[in-house]
């Protein structure tokens, strides 16, 4: 797990009945200090949550630990939504290109 130690890894929430995204809860560093968090959340989650299908995950990313929460959510946000337009945008380009 040596590798591992040097990565941020964003804690995020989600609810698995919906499907909704609770977006990113906490940055930390290292996969060791990432799976205490993730089970620090798990632990103190309110009953009531967890049955509405509130759950959390461990995702590496990009971002640096400790940042705000709703920041790190928003350049989450913005990351997917690059992911998602970069094919389509490289697919015009290319056509572009041949015409």
């Known amino acids: 797990m040596t590798g591992k ?9 989600f609810n ?10 906490a940055v930390i560093k290292g996969i060791e200090a990432a799976q ?11 009953e009531e949550n967890r049955r509405a299908g509130w759950r959390y995950f ?8 400790g940042m705000d929460a709703e920041k790190a959510t928003t350049l989450r946000q913005v ?3 690059l ?10 380009n290319a056509l572009a290109h041949l015409q």
């Open 5 to 13: 130690s040097e990565f941020s890894f964003a804690v995020v929430g």
């Open 16 to 25: 698995e009945r919906t499907y909704q995204s609770g977006g990113v809860v």
């Open 36 to 46: 205490r968090t993730l089970n620090d959340f798990d632990w103190c989650q309110r």
């Open 58 to 65: 461990l995702e590496e990313t990009e971002l640096l630990p």
């Open 79 to 81: 990351r997917f939504d």
């Open 83 to 92: 992911q998602e337009t970069e094919p389509s945008c490289s697919r015009d």
